[in-house]
């Protein structure tokens, strides 16, 4: 089993750059694929990115391609969200979730997840 946390949200101006980390602990990360989603108030949750256990192939949601980087370090046991070019839109609480899966966009495919940290994007 695996414990994650994030770190990193907060409030910032639209086209303003944050990252995001999120930290393992429990399991080694390596041993997971891991993905972002965020979630809306009233809204479903949505996939972000998502990235394999080497970090050798990455996937992304249309809304995000060309804006957000998603990486990892499996040596600090942590993965990272870096969101360039922030719209008001993308304000939400974002998830880091861990699956046992080569890569998967949908969060019933992810097995464990952390508690959510808000982001608010300012006009």
């Known amino acids: 089993q695996v414990q994650l946390g994030e770190s990193g949200g907060g409030l910032v101006q639209a086209g303003g750059p944050l990252r995001h980390s999120c930290a393992a602990s429990g399991r080694t990360l390596s041993t997971y694929a891991m993905g972002w989603f965020r979630q809306v108030p009233g809204k479903e949750q949505m996939f972000v990115a998502g990235?394999?256990?080497?970090?050798?192939?990455?996937t992304y949601a249309d809304s995000v391609k060309g804006r957000f980087t998603i990486s990892r370090d499996n040596a600090e046991n942590t993965v990272y969200l870096l969101m360039n070019s922030l719209k008001p839109e993308d304000t939400a609480v974002y998830y880091c979730a861990a699956t046992s899966r080569i890569i998967a966009t949908l969060n019933a495919a992810y097995d464990y997840w952390g508690q959510g940290t808000q982001v608010t994007v300012s006009s």
């Open positions: 990235i394999t256990r080497g970090g050798g192939s990455t």
